[in-house]
């Protein structure tokens, strides 16, 4: 009875390894060394088209169909397992089926039994199907290197990071500071950024992609004066964000031609402005003074004309005031206009006559220096969309106007007690403030929207230009050498 219980206990165990080898999908097999032949345990060959090269001669002929670029790897693993050197035999290979098409299969096994003098006998092993795996391995590093060969090529910087902003993959290196890709990997994206300035800005951007789970496109100038775009569109997993995918474009080039052709129409705009004010405007003056002369007369000789005389001055004045505020319009900052200082004065006396909020308008730091025009247009529609911002939107009692310059800087500041912006908003949601802040950056200039204490907004916008002979970066600055004596100093 003994017997009986542990021959169907070795059966059930047999039944159970069969089940589980059936289930894991493995080839058993049990190969004499010494007399080179193999007895398979099961049907797996003949599932997978293999020939099993049962027989004499298995280890000649199993070699004879393993595809050639992997022979001698997998006889080398065999060689140091079967001479002893490493514990066990495990290697992956490509084997040629009986239809003549390539397989990968995973070969794992050991010597399990030792002839005399420690002489291998036989060797237990298994083989797993790991085509599938392998195909799926060799498209994503094809599709890997694709890639990045891709964005190698690319004249844009691609940056991935995860949710908390640390760089992943940079496709091109820091030419400009001397890092290569693989240094960044790791580092926080802000590391990229050239000032404290940028890399707050930097960081804002990616609070806001993942914040809102949206694509974000923003556009920012770098402290060495180039104007780069940033698209940045997250990557979701599971409704959260967890990293976020960005492309940054060098867009100085553009925006030079932007400001060319911009300098080129304000230039048209004000010989236009320029013609009708000395032009045309002088024209209908002269016209008018004739008429006012002859209306005088024709009080005196001709009564009966005087009355149809007056009215035609009075159209001809009225032509005259219209050719000026024609001409102003076009070109509020003209330098015939007064300029810059002149017109955002204006701009506050219409204000004022309007009835809105209370403004005040200061001018301090004059330099005498005249701006650029694109630079000063710039700056007063700035001011303008601002303050009618300020006007329609946050119900401002009192507005302040500022405008400060220096040898190094011009600065535009509108100030409001309102009710200030949105959440978000100055971020640059609205379109009034992405139009700002083009503006800002067609002219290298910095637009800084922010919340006053206790309410109200504060919108400056700080265009800097470096003083001749002067170095930006204390780190860079040469000491003099020191004049011999007697020598004189050269100017």
């Given at each position: 009875?003994?017997?009986?219980?542990r021959?169907?206990?070795?059966?059930?165990d047999?039944?159970?390894?069969a089940?589980?080898?059936?289930a894991a999908?493995?080839?058993?097999?049990?190969?004499?060394?010494?007399?080179?032949?193999?007895?398979?345990?099961n049907?797996w060959?003949g599932?997978y088209d293999i020939?099993?090269c049962?027989?004499a001669?298995?280890?000649?002929?199993?070699?004879e169909?393993?595809?050639?670029d992997d022979r001698?790897?997998?006889?080398h693993?065999?060689d140091?397992?079967?001479?002893?050197?490493?514990?066990?035999?495990?290697?992956?290979y490509?084997i040629?089926t009986l239809s003549?098409a390539?397989?990968?299969?995973?070969?794992?096994g050991?010597?399990?039994r030792?002839g005399?003098?420690g002489?291998r006998?036989?060797?237990?092993?298994?083989?797993?199907?790991?085509?599938e795996r392998?195909?799926?391995d060799a498209?994503?590093?094809?599709?890997r290197?694709?890639?990045?060969?891709l964005?190698?090529?690319?004249?844009?910087w691609m940056?991935l990071t995860?949710?908390d902003g640390i760089?992943e993959?940079?496709?091109?290196?820091l030419?400009h500071?001397?890092?290569?890709p693989?240094?960044v990997?790791g580092q926080?994206?802000?590391?990229?950024?050239?000032?404290?300035?940028?890399?707050?800005?930097i960081?804002a951007i990616?609070q806001?992609v993942?914040?809102?789970?949206?694509?974000?496109?923003h556009?920012m100038?770098l402290?060495d004066?180039r104007?780069i775009?940033?698209f940045?569109n997250?990557l979701?997993e599971h409704?959260k964000v967890?990293g976020?995918?960005?492309v940054?474009?060098?867009?100085?080039?553009s925006?030079?031609?932007?400001r060319d052709?911009?300098n080129?129409?304000?230039?048209?705009q004000?010989?236009?402005a320029?013609?009708?004010?000395?032009?045309?405007g002088q024209e209908l003056t002269g016209?008018a003074?004739?008429?006012?002369?002859?209306?005088?007369?024709?009080a005196?000789?001709?009564?009966?004309?005087?009355?149809g005389?007056e009215e035609?001055?009075d159209y001809?004045n009225?032509?005259?005031a219209?050719s000026?505020?024609?001409a102003?319009?076009?070109?509020?900052?003209g330098?015939?206009?007064?300029g810059l200082?002149e017109?955002?004065?204006e701009l506050?006396?219409?204000?004022?006559?309007?009835?809105?909020?209370?403004?005040s308008?200061?001018?301090?730091g004059r330099?005498?220096?005249e701006?650029?025009?694109?630079l000063a247009d710039?700056?007063?529609r700035?001011?303008?969309?601002a303050?009618t911002?300020a006007v329609?939107h946050?119900?401002?009692?009192q507005i302040?106007?500022r405008?400060?310059?220096s040898l190094?800087?011009?600065r535009?500041a509108?100030e409001?007690?309102?009710?200030g912006?949105?959440?978000?908003?100055?971020?640059?949601?609205?379109?009034?403030l992405?139009i700002?802040?083009?503006?800002?950056?067609l002219?290298?200039?910095r637009?800084v929207?922010?919340?006053?204490?206790?309410?109200?907004?504060?919108?400056?916008c700080?265009?800097?230009?470096?003083?001749?002979g002067s170095?930006?970066s204390p780190?860079?600055?040469k000491p003099?050498?020191?004049?011999k004596?007697?020598?004189?100093s050269r100017?």
């Amino acid at each position: 009875m003994t017997v009986r219980a542990r021959s169907r206990q070795r059966q059930d165990d047999e039944q159970l390894l069969a089940a589980a080898v059936w289930a894991a999908d493995l080839g058993l097999y049990v190969w004499d060394v010494s007399s080179d032949t193999v007895r398979w345990l099961n049907d797996w060959c003949g599932r997978y088209d293999i020939d099993p090269c049962e027989g004499a001669r298995h280890g000649v002929r199993w070699r004879e169909r393993v595809h050639p670029d992997d022979r001698v790897r997998a006889r080398h693993e065999y060689d140091e397992h079967i001479a002893g050197r490493r514990d066990r035999y495990e290697t992956e290979y490509r084997i040629r089926t009986l239809s003549g098409a390539w397989r990968w299969i995973r070969n794992r096994g050991y010597v399990v039994r030792h002839g005399p003098g420690g002489r291998r006998r036989k060797l237990m092993g298994i083989c797993v199907d790991v085509d599938e795996r392998k195909r799926v391995d060799a498209a994503l590093e094809y599709s890997r290197r694709s890639l990045e060969a891709l964005a190698a090529a690319a004249p844009i910087w691609m940056i991935l990071t995860d949710a908390d902003g640390i760089i992943e993959f940079l496709n091109r290196p820091l030419a400009h500071r001397g890092i290569g890709p693989a240094e960044v990997v790791g580092q926080p994206v802000t590391m990229l950024a050239g000032d404290p300035a940028e890399a707050l800005r930097i960081d804002a951007i990616r609070q806001n992609v993942v914040r809102s789970a949206q694509p974000q496109m923003h556009t920012m100038l770098l402290n060495d004066g180039r104007a780069i775009a940033a698209f940045a569109n997250p990557l979701i997993e599971h409704g959260k964000v967890i990293g976020i995918a960005a492309v940054i474009l060098d867009v100085s080039e553009s925006r030079n031609r932007e400001r060319d052709l911009l300098n080129a129409v304000a230039g048209e705009q004000r010989r236009f402005a320029h013609d009708l004010h000395d032009g045309l405007g002088q024209e209908l003056t002269g016209i008018a003074l004739l008429l006012k002369t002859l209306a005088r007369r024709a009080a005196a000789e001709a009564p009966t004309l005087a009355p149809g005389l007056e009215e035609v001055l009075d159209y001809a004045n009225g032509a005259i005031a219209t050719s000026r505020a024609v001409a102003r319009g076009v070109s509020p900052v003209g330098r015939e206009h007064g300029g810059l200082e002149e017109a955002l004065r204006e701009l506050a006396e219409r204000i004022r006559r309007q009835g809105g909020p209370t403004l005040s308008y200061r001018v301090t730091g004059r330099d005498g220096g005249e701006l650029d025009a694109l630079l000063a247009d710039n700056l007063y529609r700035i001011a303008q969309e601002a303050i009618t911002n300020a006007v329609r939107h946050s119900g401002a009692r009192q507005i302040v106007l500022r405008l400060e310059r220096s040898l190094v800087h011009v600065r535009l500041a509108i100030e409001d007690d309102g009710s200030g912006l949105p959440p978000g908003a100055d971020e640059g949601s609205g379109l009034g403030l992405r139009i700002m802040r083009a503006r800002a950056e067609l002219v290298g200039a910095r637009l800084v929207v922010g919340a006053l204490a206790p309410q109200g907004t504060r919108v400056e916008c700080t265009r800097e230009w470096p003083v001749a002979g002067s170095v930006r970066s204390p780190r860079l600055r040469k000491p003099k050498p020191k004049p011999k004596p007697g020598s004189k100093s050269r100017r």
